[in-house]
């Protein structure tokens, strides 16, 4: 059973460009969870993801970041015209359920550079 | 607002030796307290879950305990060896409606020299 996979796991990108960081959970696994670590901080929660539903986006900031998770295929985050803060490694945790949502197993990140 | 506090940031010890990482808390109403090892550009490695109904979770030379009263954890690492070298997250999982919100800590930097 593979586990959480996230791509690109390296991903560079201009300021301005936009980022698409893609998520796989975990086979039988319908709730994904995003979150952030900025350098020299703690992983912070940014979204909450079931199929086609987003649960919680209190963690995500209001502009240029979006979230989904489709009925089909990966849970995708998208930053739209990157800035230079926005470098950070973003990671990606999945559950089977939501009574689960304390068994979450984590992806190994993306790490994200804005030049 | 939960908030997480690990101590130390950093911490340097010769194989062998026995040591505890702290993890504090601000609110005691987390459903449970999960400690995780990160490697250097790698995800999350989950080691112990102690749900709210526990006290402490043992594996292996690992022993983490949770005293809700004080707002506090700690992971106890017996005989360390160089392998053990990583940072060590604590995360609370936020109870009633925020039951999926895991809050980290910023975690502890551990070298274990041989």
């Known amino acids: 059973n593979a586990g959480v996979m996230q791509n690109p796991r390296h991903l560079v990108r201009r300021r301005g460009q936009e980022a698409r960081l893609r998520c796989s959970p975990m086979?039988?696994?319908?709730?994904v969870y995003w979150y952030r670590q900025l350098p020299e901080e703690g992983l912070k929660f940014m979204v909450y993801l079931q199929k086609e539903n987003i649960i919680d986006e209190s963690g995500m900031p209001k502009e240029r970041f979006s979230a989904e998770f489709p009925k089909e295929g990966p849970s995708i985050l998208r930053i739209q015209q990157v800035v230079r803060g926005d470098s950070a490694a973003y990671f990606c945790?999945?559950?089977?359920?939501?009574?689960?949502?304390?068994?979450?197993?984590f992806g190994p990140g993306t790490r994200l550079t804005v030049t | 607002k939960q908030e997480v506090t690990q101590i130390p940031a950093a911490l340097s010890v010769p194989e062998g030796e026995n040591l505890v990482l702290n993890c504090s808390f601000t609110d005691s109403a987390i459903y449970n307290l999960q400690w995780f090892r990160q490697d250097p550009g790698k995800g999350l490695t989950s080691l112990l879950l102690?749900?709210?109904?526990?006290r402490e979770q043992t594996s292996g030379r690992l022993n983490a305990s949770l005293d809700k009263s004080s707002g506090r954890s700690t992971l106890y690492i017996a005989a360390s060896q160089p392998g053990d070298s990583a940072t060590y997250l604590c995360?609370?999982?936020?109870?009633?409606?925020?039951?999926?919100?895991?809050?980290f800590g910023k975690g502890t930097l551990l070298t274990v020299n041989p």
């Open positions: 086979k039988g696994h319908s709730h």
């Open positions: 995360a609370g999982l936020g109870s009633g409606g925020s039951n999926y919100k895991l809050t």
């Open positions: 945790a999945s559950s089977p359920s939501a009574s689960e949502a304390y068994e979450q197993y």
């Open positions: 102690i749900q709210s109904s526990q």
